[in-house]
């Protein structure tokens, strides 16, 4: 199984940001295709964004594009989501997924196409 371990979370203001980070040490990090999802209780993982193996073809679920950017640094096996503007309703536990794929673009906006996740790093919004 890969071992994912998100970290970055924390307490955020409306207006300001915060940036996660997504680790996977001692695996080939760029055979990957990874993302990033959020959960409140009692729902479903929500797909934020998304990012192929190279980095070079990215996707941001509808509501956070233009505010969360996510990206990665195969060199450092390290994926990030960039969040800027959080909104309160946004307060969540945000996960790391990981798709073992190549595919030269990224469409996999389920949490069900993932292969593996991370624990979740708890992300709180105020106003």
């Known amino acids: 199984q890969v071992q994912l371990v998100e970290s970055g979370g924390g307490l955020v203001q409306a207006g300001g940001s915060l940036r996660l980070s997504c680790g996977l040490p001692g695996r080939t990090f760029s055979w990957y295709a990874m993302g990033w999802f959020r959960q409140s209780p009692g729902k479903e993982r929500e797909f934020v964004a998304a990012?192929?193996?190279?980095?070079?073809?990215?996707s941001h679920a509808d509501s956070v594009k233009g505010r969360f950017t996510i990206s990665r640094d195969n060199g450092k096996n390290t994926v990030y989501l960039q969040m800027n503007s959080p909104k309160p309703e946004e307060a969540a536990v945000y996960y790391c997924?990981?798709?073992?794929?190549?595919?030269?673009?990224?469409?996999?906006?389920?949490?069900?196409?993932?292969?593996?996740w991370g624990q979740g790093t708890q992300v709180t919004v105020s106003s």
């Open positions: 997924a990981a798709r073992r794929s190549r595919a030269s673009t990224v469409r996999s906006t389920t949490a069900g196409e993932y292969d593996d």
């Open positions: 990012i192929n193996w190279s980095g070079d073809s990215t």
